[in-house]
Structures are given as structure tokens and as C-alpha cells.
């Protein structure tokens, strides 16, 4: 029976270090973070007593936007999942360093760094999908039947998958080879059913990938 290994792609992005002549410690290595449209941006260091942080959002051409669960907080991470409304668009995200609620400040402007641009369309990275494997060792076929995995987005109250978003975009892409070789075949499938025949086949690698961006295995 063939063996099947899954692997998902991770990315991240980075800005480089800053800090600020006021005494503020500006938040360090901005991180975009998007698996099925889970998108976490993240930033250190923790804060101290004297300032929090505050999350804005934009798209490139739009006004600054803020989440109520990222304002004025003592978090390092912050969850625009269901904020970034436009998934075809490219957003850009501001931390700005403040004083906690309540407190003075002579500051005009609050000391802030910027992320890079993040479209979550093109940078999400798409899970690991479940699957089942059907083998019919006397036609020496396999069968995978692939569920696609659920993003973190809903529609009218129901959790949409990457294949709602990515439709006929979405491809399966599966990398096998016989055991103890180093040639690899390739099965390339549109559908969530996927027949692979004349396997002698114990080692297969799958992954999911998008007809514009083909991930490399």
C-alpha cells in the first residue's frame, strides 16, 4: 500500500529592527502569518508598563482601519482573519506604540513601524488536506479521496473551504516515486478524487497547489 507524507508551505515577512528617541521601544521583526486564510500578524518585544500597542490596517489606496480586539493592547499578535474583507486586495499594516488607556502624553504622533504589503489571495498558504486511500491491489490502482481543508472565513453563516475560494484554480498535486529510487512521477488533478494506477508505488508525497502559483515539492 502506497505511504502518503503532506507537507504544507509556511512564509513569513520581516521588516527590519527600529527604535524611537522618545523611549518607546518600537515593535521588531512584523511577521504575516496566513494559513487558510488565517491571518495572524505578529511583532515583538512585549511591552511594558509605559506603552501598549495598536494594530491599524489599510489597503495600499484605503484609510486606516482598526480592530477592536488590537487597540491599546498588551498582545504581540493580533488576528485580522476577518478583517481583511477583500481578499484580492494588497493590505498594509501599521503597530503603533501608545500610552496605556487613561494616561498623558505630550506625543503628536504615535511611534509606529509598517509591514510589507500582504494580499491574502496570493500569500495565504493552504494546509494539509484530509484524505482517504482506497487501493485495488489487483488493478494496481489507488485512489485518494481529498476533503479540502476549511479556511477561517464564512459566508451567511457558513465556513467556506479553498476550493469556494480558489474554485477551478485549485489543483492537487501528487509526487511519487518507487521505493529506494530518486525518479519522481507526477499526477496532477483538479478533482477531490484522484486515481492513480499501476502503482509500485510505497512512497508518495501530496500537495495541494494553485494553477498561478505552483508549489514546488
Known amino acids: ?3 502518503l507524507l503532506l507537507k504544507p508551505l509556511v512564509s513569513s515577512k520581516r521588516v527590519r529592527r527600529s527604535t524611537d528617541c522618545t523611549g518607546y521601544s518600537l515593535n521588531q521583526a512584523q511577521n504575516w502569518k496566513s494559513t487558510n486564510f488565517k491571518t495572524i500578524l505578529s511583532w515583538e518585544p512585549k511591552p511594558s508598563a509605559t506603552y501598549s500597542y495598536t494594530v491599524e490596517y489599510s489597503t495600499v489606496s484605503g ?3 482598526r480592530t477592536p480586539h488590537c487597540i491599546q493592547t498588551t498582545e504581540t499578535v493580533c488576528d485580522l482573519s476577518s478583517s481583511l474583507t ?3 486586495a494588497y493590505y498594509t499594516a501599521d503597530v503603533l506604540s501608545e500610552t ?3 494616561a498623558t502624553t505630550d506625543l503628536i ?3 509606529h513601524t509598517s509591514t510589507p504589503r500582504f ?3 496570493k500569500d495565504t498558504e493552504i494546509g494539509k488536506p484530509d484524505f482517504k486511500l482506497e487501493v485495488i491491489e489487483s488493478q494496481k490502482k489507488t485512489t ?10 464564512f459566508k451567511d453563516g457558513h465556513q467556506l473551504n479553498i476550493r469556494d475560494i480558489f474554485a ?3 489543483h492537487y498535486k501528487v509526487t511519487y516515486r518507487k521505493n529506494k529510487s530518486t525518479g519522481k512521477k507526477v499526477h496532477i488533478s483538479k478533482t477531490n478524487l484522484i486515481e492513480l494506477t499501476d502503482l509500485d508505488l510505497p512512497v508518495c508525497q501530496m500537495r495541494q497547489w494553485r494553477a498561478t502559483h505552483t508549489a514546488v515539492v
Open 119 to 121: 494580499c491574502p489571495y
Open 109 to 111: 504622533e504615535s511611534p
Open 63 to 65: 484609510n486606516n482601519q
Open 144 to 153: 485518494l479521496y481529498v476533503t479540502d481543508p476549511l479556511t477561517a472565513l
Open 86 to 88: 477583500d481578499l484580492n
Open 168 to 170: 477551478d484554480q485549485l
Open 1 to 3: 500500500m502506497p505511504r
Open 100 to 102: 496605556p488607556r487613561l
